[in-house]
């Protein structure tokens, strides 16, 4: 019994060095090769990048917490949210943006040009005062909207 056990463990941890040794070997021998080149292959890396960037636009999918509030949190807190919330309307959270204002939904997700939030945009009565958004602004109202007003 017990030599059979002191045999087992023998064979066992001579396996084991034998494995580790010949793993150790293989990487050092491999690293060498691919860092030969690093400007060569940064050309095709950056001519890439603005000739696929149009047809990937429409598929970037919308963040409400990244992309939306920041927007909504600069441009409309101030008089829907926080102290104020004129007509009703609070954008200070996803629940009470969808929530709507005293007159009923602001958003229709789905339908962007029904949704009163980008209508009272487009028609330049929001925000009422400050800054305009910029185009790029309203589209990701638009985009988000359009993808279903998601809570993401
Ligand atoms: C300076 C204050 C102010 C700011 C900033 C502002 N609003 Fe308003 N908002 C109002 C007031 C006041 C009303 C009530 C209607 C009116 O007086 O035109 C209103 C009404 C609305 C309504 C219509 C609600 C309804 O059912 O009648 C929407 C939608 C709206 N705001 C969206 C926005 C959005 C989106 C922004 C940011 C881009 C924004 N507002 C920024 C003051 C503001």
Redesign the pocket.
């Known amino acids: 019994m017990n030599k059979s056990l002191v045999l087992g463990f023998t064979l066992l941890s001579f396996l084991l060095t034998a494995c580790g040794a010949g793993a150790t070997s293989v990487p050092t021998s491999e690293t060498a090769a691919p860092v030969s080149s690093p400007t060569d292959t940064l050309v095709p890396t950056v001519e890439l990048v603005p000739a696929s960037a149009p047809t990937d636009a429409p598929a970037a999918v919308v963040s409400f917490a990244n992309d939306v509030m920041p927007i909504?949190q600069s441009?409309?807190i101030?008089?829907?949210g926080g102290q104020d919330t004129?007509?009703g309307?609070s954008?200070a959270s996803y629940n009470t943006l969808m929530a709507g204002?005293?007159?009923?939904p602001?958003v229709i997700a789905g339908d962007p040009a029904n949704s009163?939030?980008i209508q009272?945009?487009q028609q330049g009565?929001?925000?009422?005062?400050?800054p305009k958004?910029t185009p790029d602004q309203l589209q990701i109202l638009i985009d988000w909207i359009m993808a279903g007003a998601l809570n993401n």
């Open positions: 909504l441009r409309c101030n008089c829907h004129k007509a309307l954008v204002s005293e007159h009923g602001v009163l939030l009272s945009i009565k929001m925000p009422k005062r400050g958004l």
